[in-house]
């Protein structure tokens, strides 16, 4: 399991107390995406249903299909979801072709476009359906594995692109459409919970391990970005330094730090989010 298939299942949890507690947006979601996929509606709802939810909200079938693509393990020319597009996108100019042959074509012909997947076919778009998509088009990540999203399936550079994309769809659809105060309550640590974390993960000064549960995750995150000047602005070089005391996977711990909006990224310098901004949960 990745941080990805993390995240639904954080997500799916969270859905779960929504629907528990008669939350009357979650349960309106839950209803129309029960209705779309054609599921009968449980007599209570348990944590299988909402893990289906949260990945069918994502733009796969359901649990099983969100974890096999998002861990990497999907195999060619299997149906990918609609996990790269979104009503967001509806309104942009692109080209679709059912053969990953002409796709790849089309991308070679117009190598500032983006080959994403869609389903079982294939989309070339431009940079403004990039951004539309919640995302930077100008991110390093793209230009690894040649703006191919087919290419560089399950790579370093696909996975950091999926947990970009899967912060925009957090965004987006968990929450606005659901209950954005209640997601945030949920992923707050006590004082008591956060020195528990820290004992548990943090040893000598440096992290053990990184948490996989989003909400231990986060006391992490919180606990090393409250360790760099508030007003400085660092290079990704520095940023790099400053993670390795910690924990050798200093690229995950950057990302992280951006995804979660703890800190701010542009044109390869990081500062801390200013601490009356809210961040995205």
Request: proline share 2%; glycine share 6%.
């Amino acid at each position: 399991m990745n941080a990805l298939t993390t995240e639904i299942k954080t997500r799916a949890r969270l859905l779960l107390k929504l629907l528990q507690n008669k939350n009357v947006a979650a349960n309106k979601r839950a209803l129309m995406l029960s209705r779309k996929q054609k599921w009968a509606l449980p007599e209570e709802w348990q944590l299988r249903h909402c893990l289906n939810l949260a990945a069918a909200d994502c733009g796969f079938q359901h649990w099983e299909h969100a974890r096999e693509v998002l861990s990497g393990r999907a195999l060619a020319g299997a149906d990918m979801g609609d996990f790269w597009h979104g009503a967001e996108v509806g309104g942009y100019t692109n080209h679709w072709f059912s053969s990953y042959a002409q796709a790849l074509t089309q991308l070679q012909a117009h190598p500032d476009d983006y080959l994403l997947p869609y389903r079982r076919q294939y989309v070339v778009v431009g940079v403004d359906y990039v951004r539309a998509l919640g995302m930077n088009p100008e991110d390093a990540s793209w230009d690894i594995i040649g703006r191919n999203l087919i290419a560089g399936y399950s790579s370093n550079s696909w996975l950091t692109l999926a947990q970009y994309r899967l912060q925009a769809t957090r965004v987006e659809r968990f929450e606005k459409i659901w209950d954005v105060q209640q997601s945030k309550l949920d992923l707050q640590s006590t004082e008591d919970e956060a020195q528990r974390v820290l004992k548990s993960f943090v040893q000598q000064g440096r992290l053990i391990k990184i948490p996989e549960q989003r909400k231990k995750r986060l006391v992490i995150l919180q606990w090393l970005v409250n360790q760099l000047e508030t007003t400085r602005r660092y290079s990704e070089a520095e940023m790099n330094r400053f993670f390795l005391g910690f924990h050798e996977d200093y690229a995950t711990l950057r990302r992280e730090m951006i995804v979660n909006g703890l800190m701010i990224r542009q044109e390869g310098v990081y500062w801390r989010q200013p601490e009356d901004v809210d961040i995205a949960v």
